[in-house]
């Protein structure tokens, strides 16, 4: 019905629909936006903020995770040639891993000495905590003319939100962290979902790389160490 009015009071196919059948004959294709808006939105400078944090926390978490999968990616041949071992009970499983490799008799031996000394593994967050600053510090050196970041928190979805609040009350009950009221240097948590459903809780400390100077001698990674050791006897 609407093409017969057209034609009827002069639209020629083919041809714009000006007075004088000029004008554009296809369809507009609008331009592709990068922006979280969409085209024709009058943006504002609260906007514009609320863009730029949405494009940071997107970055920490693609950065974060694919630093997460490289490590993890590694390969890992040690890890082949375990064996489980359960230095607790069936409620309580408290695993750790020996070569299969080993003879019966030594392995028997070295399970046994892991049953006897498995107190000095830390097995949880409980477990962590008391050491002495007298025995050892580690400290962060940092260039004295670096300001203090303060990074504005972020939001999660709730559930992401209830996974983070369970794990920092596990390390604030067990005293690994503690709550600092008045803070000048504030980092954000980063979720990275692991590949057994679960939640791996890290912290986006890429202010603090940055206020740090570089070592131009690093230690020897200690994978590199592990595998060195791997084929000599005990």
Same mark, same amino acid.
């Not at 070295?110 to 049953?115: A, H, K, N, R, S």
């Not at 498995?118 to 400290?139: E, I, N, Q, R, T």
């Not at 203090?148 to 794990?167: L, N, W």
């Given at each position: 019905?609407?093409?017969?009015?057209?034609?009827?009071?002069?639209?020629?196919?083919?041809?714009?629909l000006?007075?004088?059948?000029?004008g554009?004959?296809?369809?507009?294709?609008?331009?592709?936006? /990068?922006?979280?808006?969409?085209?024709?939105?009058?943006?504002?400078?609260?906007?514009?903020?609320? /863009?730029?944090?949405?494009?940071?926390?997107e970055?920490?978490?693609?950065?974060?995770?694919?630093?997460? /999968?490289?490590? /993890?990616?590694?390969?890992?041949?040690?890890?082949?040639?375990?064996?489980?071992?359960?230095?607790?009970?069936?409620?309580?499983?408290?695993?750790?891993?020996?070569?299969?490799?080993?003879?019966?008799?030594?392995?028997?031996?070295?399970?046994?000495?892991?049953?006897?000394f498995?107190?000095?593994?830390?097995?949880?967050?409980?477990?962590?905590?008391?050491?002495?600053?007298?025995?050892?510090?580690?400290?962060?050196?940092?260039?004295?003319?670096?300001?203090?970041?303060?990074?504005?928190?972020?939001?999660?979805?709730?559930d992401i939100?209830?996974?983070?609040?369970?794990?920092?009350?596990?390390?604030?009950?067990?005293?690994?962290?503690?709550?600092?009221?008045y803070?000048?240097?504030?980092?954000?948590?980063?979720?990275?979902?692991?590949?057994?459903?679960?939640?791996?809780?890290c912290?986006?400390?890429?202010?603090?790389?940055?206020?740090?100077?570089?070592?131009?001698?690093?230690?020897?990674?200690?994978?590199?160490?592990?595998?060195?050791?791997?084929?000599?006897?005990?």
């Amino acid at each position: 019905m609407v093409a017969t009015e057209m034609i009827k009071h002069g639209y020629k196919p083919g041809k714009g629909l000006g007075a004088s059948l000029q004008g554009i004959t296809e369809p507009i294709t609008l331009a592709a936006s /990068e922006k979280f808006f969409g085209v024709g939105f009058h943006t504002t400078k609260t906007n514009v903020t609320w /863009e730029n944090e949405q494009k940071s926390n997107e970055e920490a978490f693609r950065e974060i995770n694919r630093e997460l /999968e490289q490590f /993890e990616n590694k390969p890992k041949p040690n890890l082949n040639e375990t064996e489980l071992v359960n230095l607790g009970s069936s409620k309580e499983v408290q695993k750790t891993m020996i070569s299969i490799h080993t003879d019966e008799r030594t392995s028997d031996a070295l399970i046994q000495l892991l049953f006897e000394f498995k107190d000095v593994f830390a097995w949880s967050y409980d477990d962590m905590p008391g050491l002495s600053v007298d025995l050892v510090v580690h400290k962060l050196p940092t260039y004295p003319d670096y300001p203090p970041v303060q990074q504005k928190q972020r939001k999660f979805k709730t559930d992401i939100s209830d996974k983070i609040k369970e794990e920092v009350t596990k390390q604030l009950k067990a005293g690994v962290i503690r709550v600092v009221r008045y803070t000048t240097c504030l980092a954000n948590m980063v979720p990275v979902p692991k590949k057994d459903g679960k939640t791996r809780v890290c912290v986006d400390y890429r202010d603090l790389n940055k206020a740090r100077p570089k070592d131009n001698s690093p230690l020897p990674n200690i994978h590199i160490l592990v595998d060195n050791c791997s084929k000599h006897e005990i």
